[in-house]
């Protein structure tokens, strides 16, 4: 026992000791030919080479930005792994980031990537989409009998379930928030995800996650509308990277 605590504190003093070394990395460390080199490099790429359309910049605009990494884990930032060699030894790059694995520093690049997007947006909207994924965190969801239902006799009773908690009575959370329906959908379909063993409550936010993954629609907010987009009547979307991304390995 005390031999594996001995080697557990090693590889965490290991651990901590490389991550103080990546902080203080020099300039001149070297690195992939033509690769960013730190975060704003690699958001700059980004956003200069067209890896997103004006609508994923949009989605990315307005949604949380845990939403946003969480969401882009798989497509964006598997993109970021693979083109920007995190997997291959680019080490400037790594050491911008702060972190030791490329999971964790595409996660910090399109964290970087989400706070781009907003300081050119309209302060305005900035401040009203703001309050409303504060509303989004506030108010909760009992998702206990949606498997029954189709997914818009679901979406009607979401949708009572946030009416009780939103402005018109006394005590109410303030600012409505209204779930409206875009795109083709199969009235029919039955919600897909969802089973008698989840959680008693959830936050509308994390319902929504969970809600918009497992039936094929992206949320995106227009104050005080909670757009439910969709593209097909079941299954994930495609990833918002651009069309012309080669298919990256699955790493």
Known sequence: M????????????????????????????????????????????????GWLSEANRDWILRNPE???????????????????????????????????HPDACSWVIIEALWRKVRQK????????????????????????????????????SIQRQ????????????????HLRVVGALNLQATILGFSEDEPDSLSLQRFLDLFAFRNGFRVRNDPPNVELVFRKTSGALAPPVRDDDPKPSAR
């Open 162 to 177: 946030i009416d009780q908690q939103t402005p018109g009575q006394p005590g109410k959370l303030p600012g409505k928030v």
């Open 121 to 156: 947006a309209d302060p305005v909207l900035i401040k009203t989409l703001d309050a409303q994924f504060r509303r989004l965190q506030v108010i909760t969801i009992k998702p206990g009998g949606l498997a029954k239902l189709t997914i818009m006799e679901g979406i009607a």
């Open 66 to 100: 845990a939403t946003v990494c969480a969401t882009l884990h798989f497509s964006l930032g598997m993109a970021i792994r693979n083109r920007f060699d995190l997997w291959g030894g680019n080490l400037p790059l790594t050491f911008s980031c702060r972190r030791l």
């Open 2 to 49: 005390l031999a594996t605590r001995k080697k557990a504190w090693i590889v965490v003093a290991a651990s901590l000791s490389l991550l103080i070394a990546l902080t203080a990395a020099p300039h001149w460390l070297p690195g992939p030919k033509g690769q960013p080199r730190t975060v704003n490099q690699a958001v700059q790429r980004i956003l200069s080479e």
